[in-house]
C-alpha cells in the first residue's frame, strides 16, 4: 500500500474544478425532462413499428433516444455525458407507470415536497402523449379481464397491503462494467452475433439478440456523438488549457464505449455513457455501478506505473463521475413520493471487501472513493463499504473517522452474514465473496443478478389488523383477506399466531399472484436488450434478462413494520394472555376506534419495545420476520428466482402507516411504523448497544435481500480519538454478533434544535457527560442550546481536547 | 431488603466517559456528601424518590387520583408533598406524560449482574466494562461485596468512582475485585472542603493515601468550579498532595450547571450553584499552574 494510503486528508478541499462542478449540480433545481418519454412516444406510435418483435422495438427505442436527445458538454467537465437535457433532471416513463405521473404533471413546479420544474409547453406536450399510453401502460396489461384488471388497478393506485414498484419498471442492477470496459459494445455485439447463428431468424432469441446488436451499436454511436460535440467545442475554444481537456474527451469518446478501454479514464467514462443509457432504457432506480475500487484498479495501476495519471488525477475523475450521478432525479408523482422520499435514484457504490476468492480486496481506490464520499456528502451515490474479518486496519479506521466526523455515508455492511445469506439464496462462493449493493441496501453479483430486488414493499401490521378482525380491515365490511375467527374465539396466543400467519399467507399469495403477472408482463411488453447485454448470462442463452436470462434471479419483497407487528403481538401477549387486563374482543374493540381509552393506550405504549434489550419484546418481532421469509420462501418468481424478504422501507413505513387503524402497540391509527428494522418510533431509549443486540435477535442470514438499520448518534459521543475507537468498538462487537448492515447518522445541531422543540419526538436522544446523568429531553431548553453549541464546535475537530477517558 | 439492596437511579449503558472504552456506568442512590454544584442530585438521597417535570405536565390530574397518601399537589412548579409521599410510585404509572418519574429502583445482585453481561462483547471490543458511580457507591459495601466477585468470574473490568469518603475497613475488602478507582479531590484544605460539600476532607485524604499504598489503580479527578478551588493556593496543594503519593496526572471535570434543572425537580436538597459553566478553554491557566508543579492535567468532559 503506497504511503499515501495512510495518511488521511478528510479535509482535503477537493480541487476547485470539481468544486465547480458540486456547485452547479447542487444549484441547478431539479427538472423533468421530457425527452425520453416523447421520443418514446414517437417511435412506438408510428405505425411501422408496430409489426416487429418487442425486443426489437424496445432496442430502436431507446437506440432513437439515445440519437436524438441533446448532448450537453458543461463547462469544466471531463468525465462527460447528460442523463436528460436539464442539468439535473428525471426521465418519464410513460410505458410503465409514467402515465399514473403524467396526471399530476402541472402541480410538479409548485408542490411542497421535491417541486420539479417543468415548463408549460413541456407540459402541454407530455399531457399530448397521455392517451396514446393510457390503454398501453404496463398496469393495463397486467391482467387480461377486466374484473381483474380493475381490481389490480383499484388497489395499486393507493395500496394498502402492499406497493408493486416493478409496475414502474424492474432495473435494480449492478450492470457488468468489468466486461464493458474490457471488450466494448462491439466485443458484446461480437457475441452476440455468434449466438444468434445458432438460432432461426424467427426465434425469440433471435430477435433479442438482435435487439441487443441495436442497442450495443446506439450505445458506441452515443459516446460518438459527445466526441463530435467535444471536436466543435474544441473549435471553438478560446482557452488553449480547455482546448486540450476537449480534445482528450473527443479521443476518449471517440474510443468509448464501442471499443475497450485503454485507459482509467476512457473506463471511467465508458461506464458513464452505460450508467446514463441503461437509466434511460426502463427504470431510473438502482443502477448501480458497484464495486468501482475493483474494476477500475488494474486501470488505475496501469496508468500510474505508465506514469499518465497520479492520485489526485483518479480522484478528480473519481469525484467527477460521483457528481454526475447527482444529475439524475426519479421523477415521482405525489404518492410515489410518500412512498419513496428524496429524490433517491439509488446508484450504489460499493467499496472493500473481499475478492472471489475471499482475499482481502481493499486498495487505494477505495480509500479514494472513501474521501470522495467524505468531501463531497451528496446526494448519490450511495456509497456501501464491505467490512470483513480480514479488513485491514486502516480501512475500518478510515470508515470510523469518516461516519464519526458526520459524514453519515459509507453505510457498513458485514460480509460475514451476506455471503453465507447469498450462498443460502444459490449463488456460488465465487459469486457470493464478489457481491456489491444495489440500490439501498440490497446484496446482487454484479454483472450476474436480476434481481429485481425492490419488486415489492409489504405491509406487516395490517396482516395483524385483517387477523384480528376476521380478514376485514378496521371500518370495512369487506373481507381483504382470510376468513379468521372472531377475536372471541382466539383464546389463546397460539391462536392469535395461528390467525396471523393464516393471514399472511393470504395476502403473500395474493402479492405473489400480482408479482407474477407483473413479471409475465415485463416478459413480454417490455423487454430490457441493454440491461440483458450487461448481464452475464443472457447473451450466451439468447434469452432476456426479463426472461430469466441472467444468472441469478431473485425478487425482493420488503417486509415493513415488523417492529410494530412484533411489539402488536408482544401487547396481545402481555395485555389479553398473561397479565388479563383486557379481553381480546374489548381490545380489538378499542383498536377498531382509534384508542379512546387513554389509560389503556398509555399502558400499551409503555410496554416493552423492540430494540431495548427485552428478550420477550425483541422475539416477537424476529419471529415476525422468520414467519414472513417462511411464507415467502415458499414462492418461485416466473423468472425462477426465489423470493426473498428484504427490511427497508424507504418511506413507506410513513405511508403504510397512514392507511393502516391502530395497532396494539399503542400506535395511533395512520401514524406512521418503525423505518427498516428500526425500533418503533423513539422507543429505543437504552442506547445503541441495547439497540444492536435486540436487532441481532434477528436471523439476518435469512433476510436476504439486505437490511437497513439507521442509528443515530450523538456527535459529541464520537468526538475524537476515544468516539472513534469507541464506534469502531461498537461495530465490531455488532457485527461479531451477527449484523447484517448499518447506516450512521450523526446528529447534527439541526437535529438536535429539533429535539429541542419536539421532545417527545426524541426521547432516545442521550447526552454523555463524564458521570453525569440525563437524556436531551430532560435538559432546560438553556441547557439544550449549550449542547447544540457544543455540537456543533465538536463537529468538524474544533474542539480536539482528549474526552478524558483512557487509550481505548 | 431495602436495607441490603440499594436504590439505582439508572444503569446507563454505552457510557463512553466514565472509564476506558465502551462502558455501563451504574448510578446508586445515597452520598454523604452534599457538593454545592452536584450535577446528580437525584443521587443523594439513599431511598427511591419522586421527581416531577412540570414542563411535560398536561394537567391531566391522573396522579391526583393514583396517590393513596393524598401528597399530590395541584400549584404548576411542584405536584408532590414530599412531606408524605413515600415514593410508592403510582402517580408516576398513572401519568400519561412520564411528567412523574419513580427515582431508584432496586436491582437484585443477580438482575444486575445480567443487566451488565448484555454488553460484554463491547466492553471486550472496546476494552470496557462497568463503572459504579453514583451518589457514592462505597455506601453499598454489603452489595457490592456480593456484585464484584459475580462481576469478577464473567471477566468484566469495573471502575469505581467516588468522592473518596467512606470506611475503610468496609471498603478494603471490595479493592481486590476493582480494576480502577478513579478518586475524586475537592478541596485540600479540610474547612473550605466542608464548606463546599458538608464534610473535611482528613478521612478523604487519608484513604487516598491508604489507597496509593494497596496497589489498585487510581485516577485522581478534580471537579474545577470556578473560584471555589481552582485558586491557585489549592492548585499548589493538590499538586504536591499528588506528587507525594506519585501521582503525575490529574483528570479536571470542569464545572457544568446541567444538574441544576434537576433540583427544582426533586424535594429540595440544594440549593443551586448559580454559576456559569467553566468553558474547557479558559482552562489554561489552571491547566499551567499544575505544569508547573509537575502535573499534567487531562480535561474531560
Known amino acids: 500500500m503506497s504511503s499515501s494510503a495512510t495518511e488521511f486528508r478528510r479535509a482535503a478541499i477537493p480541487s476547485s474544478r470539481i468544486a465547480r462542478l458540486k456547485d452547479a449540480v447542487q444549484q441547478a433545481a431539479p427538472a423533468v425532462c421530457p425527452e425520453r418519454a416523447l421520443l418514446w412516444t414517437e417511435y412506438f406510435a408510428n405505425r411501422a413499428n408496430r409489426a416487429k418483435p418487442r425486443a426489437i422495438q424496445a432496442a430502436e427505442a431507446l437506440a432513437l433516444v439515445l440519437a436524438r436527445k441533446r448532448v450537453r458538454i458543461h463547462p469544466d467537465e471531463l468525465v462527460v455525458g447528460n442523463f436528460s437535457s436539464k442539468r439535473v433532471g428525471g426521465a418519464i416513463y410513460p410505458e410503465l407507470h409514467g402515465v399514473a405521473m403524467l396526471r399530476e404533471i402541472a402541480t410538479f413546479p409548485h408542490r411542497r415536497v421535491n417541486p420539479l420544474a417543468v415548463a408549460r409547453d413541456e407540459i402541454a406536450a407530455l399531457q399530448r402523449i397521455v392517451p396514446f399510453w393510457a390503454p398501453r401502460m404496463l398496469g393495463f396489461r397486467v391482467y387480461r379481464s377486466p374484473w381483474s384488471k380493475a381490481t389490480f388497478l383499484r388497489e395499486q393506485l393507493a395500496p394498502r397491503h402492499y406497493i408493486l414498484n416493478e409496475l414502474a419498471g424492474i432495473a435494480h442492477i449492478v450492470p457488468d462494467y468489468a466486461n464493458l470496459i474490457a471488450i466494448g459494445t462491439s466485443g458484446i455485439a461480437k457475441e452476440a452475433r455468434a449466438v444468434q447463428r445458432r438460432h432461426g431468424t424467427a426465434s425469440e432469441e433471435w430477435a433479442f439478440l438482435e435487439g441487443v446488436g441495436i442497442v450495443a451499436d446506439a450505445l458506441a454511436r452515443f459516446g460518438e456523438r459527445y466526441a463530435d460535440a467535444a471536436e466543435r467545442l474544441a473549435a471553438r475554444e478560446s482557452d488553449p488549457a480547455r482546448r486540450a481537456e476537449l480534445a482528450l474527451v473527443a479521443a476518449t469518446c471517440r ?343 387513554a389509560d389503556l393506550g398509555a399502558y400499551l405504549r409503555g410496554l416493552d419495545k423492540f430494540g431495548n434489550d427485552q428478550p420477550e419484546a425483541d422475539a416477537w418481532t424476529a419471529y415476525v420476520v422468520e414467519v414472513f421469509t417462511r411464507t415467502l420462501g415458499a414462492h418461485a418468481n416466473t423468472r425462477g428466482g426465489p423470493y426473498t424478504t428484504g427490511l427497508y422501507s424507504m418511506t413507506t413505513h410513513q405511508y403504510f402507516g397512514s392507511r393502516t387503524g391502530a395497532s396494539a402497540n399503542g400506535r395511533r391509527r395512520g401514524a406512521p411504523f418503525a423505518s427498516g428494522i428500526a425500533p418503533a418510533d423513539g422507543m429505543d431509549r437504552a442506547g445503541p448497544t441495547a439497540l444492536f443486540n435486540s436487532v441481532n435477535r434477528i436471523d439476518f442470514e435469512s433476510v436476504r435481500n439486505g437490511a437497513n438499520l439507521n442509528a443515530r448518534f450523538d456527535p459529541h459521543a464520537l468526538r475524537g480519538r476515544t468516539g472513534r475507537a469507541a464506534f469502531a468498538a461498537l461495530l465490531g462487537a455488532y457485527f461479531r454478533r451477527g449484523g447484517m448492515q448499518l447506516q450512521t447518522n450523526v446528529l447534527d445541531a439541526g437535529v438536535l434544535r429539533e429535539a429541542r422543540a419536539h421532545p417527545e419526538q426524541h426521547p432516545h436522544l442521550l447526552v454523555r457527560i463524564s458521570g453525569y446523568c440525563a437524556y436531551f429531553g430532560d435538559l432546560t431548553p438553556e441547557m439544550q442550546d449549550e449542547i447544540i453549541r457544543r455540537t456543533e464546535h465538536g463537529v468538524g475537530g474544533g474542539m480536539g481536547a482528549s474526552s478524558g477517558t483512557g487509550p481505548a | 431488603m431495602g436495607e441490603v439492596i440499594p436504590a439505582v437511579v439508572d444503569v446507563q449503558r454505552f457510557s463512553l466517559h466514565d472509564g476506558p472504552g465502551i462502558r455501563t456506568t451504574i448510578f446508586f442512590k445515597g452520598c454523604l456528601l452534599r457538593c454545592a454544584w452536584c450535577h446528580n442530585p437525584e443521587a443523594i438521597r ?237 482552562l489554561a491557566p489552571f491547566t499551567h499552574r499544575f505544569g508547573k508543579e509537575g502535573i499534567d492535567v487531562v480535561v474531560c468532559d
Open chain 1, 255 to 597: 474510443r468509448v464505449p464501442r471499443f475497450g478501454a485503454r485507459s482509467f479514464a476512457e473506463a471511467v467514462q465508458s461506464i458513464t455513457f452505460a450508467q446514463i443509457a441503461v437509466n434511460l432504457e426502463s427504470l431510473d432506480n438502482g443502477i448501480s455501478p458497484g464495486r468501482l475500487d475493483q474494476l477500475l484498479l488494474p486501470y488505475y495501476l496501469r496508468d500510474c506505473a505508465r506514469g499518465v495519471l497520479d492520485r489526485e488525477s483518479a480522484k478528480e475523475w473519481l469525484a467527477a463521475f460521483s457528481i454526475k450521478l447527482c444529475e439524475v432525479v426519479p421523477v415521482f408523482s405525489d404518492t410515489a413520493t410518500r412512498m419513496h422520499g428524496g429524490l433517491m435514484s439509488g446508484q450504489a457504490v460499493t467499496i472493500g471487501g473481499t475478492d472471489r476468492a475471499g482475499r482481502d480486496a481493499t486498495n487505494e481506490l477505495t480509500y479514494i472513493i472513501l474521501e470522495i464520499a467524505d468531501e463531497l456528502r451528496m446526494r448519490q451515490p450511495n456509497f456501501h463499504a464491505r467490512l470483513h474479518a480480514g479488513a485491514p486496519h486502516p480501512y475500518v479506521e478510515r470508515v470510523a473517522e469518516v461516519l464519526c466526523g458526520g459524514a453519515n455515508a459509507p453505510a457498513l455492511y458485514n460480509d460475514a452474514v451476506i455471503v453465507p445469506a447469498l450462498r443460502a439464496n444459490g449463488y456460488t462462493a465465487d459469486d457470493a465473496q464478489d457481491y456489491a449493493v444495489c440500490g439501498c441496501v440490497e446484496p446482487v453479483a454484479p454483472g450476474r443478478t436480476f434481481g429485481s430486488t425492490d419488486a415489492s414493499l409489504f405491509n406487516l401490521p395490517i396482516v395483524l389488523e385483517l387477523a384480528l378482525n376476521e380478514g376485514r380491515r378496521f371500518g370495512t365490511r369487506r373481507r381483504s383477506g382470510a376468513r379468521t375467527p372472531h377475536p372471541s374465539r382466539l383464546r389463546t396466543m397460539d391462536d392469535v399466531r395461528a390467525a396471523f400467519e393464516t393471514q399472511l399467507s393470504f395476502q403473500v399469495e395474493r402479492l405473489v399472484r400480482d408479482l407474477q403477472a407483473v413479471e409475465r408482463a415485463h416478459r413480454k411488453f417490455h423487454p430490457t436488450p441493454l440491461t440483458s447485454m450487461l448481464l452475464a448470462g443472457c447473451v450466451e442463452r439468447g434469452t432476456c434478462s426479463t426472461a430469466g436470462g441472467a444468472v441469478y434471479n431473485g425478487s425482493g419483497v420488503q417486509g415493513v413494520g415488523a417492529s410494530d407487528t412484533g411489539d402488536s403481538l408482544y401487547a396481545i401477549a402481555r395485555a389479553v394472555f398473561a397479565e388479563q387486563r383486557i379481553e381480546l374482543p374489548a381490545l380489538v374493540d378499542q383498536l377498531k376506534r382509534d384508542l379512546p381509552d
Open chain 2, 46 to 282: 439513599r431511598e427511591p424518590e419522586m421527581a416531577f417535570h412540570p414542563d411535560r405536565c398536561a394537567g391531566e390530574q391522573r396522579c391526583a387520583a393514583a396517590c393513596p397518601r393524598g401528597a399530590i399537589l395541584s400549584g404548576p412548579e411542584q405536584r408532590i408533598d414530599f412531606t408524605s409521599c413515600d415514593a410508592c410510585g403510582r402517580c408516576a404509572d398513572a401519568c400519561h406524560h412520564d411528567a412523574l418519574r419513580l427515582i431508584g429502583r432496586r436491582y437484585a445482585v443477580g438482575a444486575l449482574v445480567s443487566e451488565i453481561v448484555k454488553d460484554r462483547d463491547y466492553f471486550e471490543e472496546s476494552g470496557g466494562g462497568v463503572t459504579l458511580s453514583g451518589g457514592e457507591p462505597t455506601l453499598h459495601a454489603a452489595y457490592l461485596g456480593a456484585l464484584l466477585p459475580r462481576l469478577a468470574a464473567e471477566h468484566i473490568h469495573v471502575v469505581l468512582q467516588t468522592c473518596g469518603l467512606f470506611g475503610w475497613d468496609q471498603t478494603v475488602s471490595l479493592l481486590p475485585w476493582i480494576d480502577l478507582v478513579q478518586f475524586d479531590l475537592k478541596h485540600m484544605d479540610s474547612a473550605a472542603h466542608a464548606r463546599l460539600t458538608g464534610a473535611g476532607n482528613e478521612r478523604i485524604l487519608e484513604n487516598f493515601a491508604r489507597l496509593a499504598e494497596s496497589g489498585v489503580a487510581v485516577e485522581p479527578r478534580m471537579p474545577v468550579i470556578p473560584g471555589l478551588n481552582d485558586d491557585p493556593e489549592n492548585v499548589r496543594a493538590t499538586a504536591r498532595f499528588l506528587a507525594r503519593h506519585g501521582h503525575r496526572t490529574l483528570r479536571c471535570l470542569p464545572y457544568h450547571d446541567f444538574g441544576e434543572a434537576k433540583l427544582s425537580r426533586l424535594a429540595p436538597i440544594l440549593a443551586p450553584l448559580g454559576r456559569p459553566r467553566l468553558d474547557p478553554a479558559a
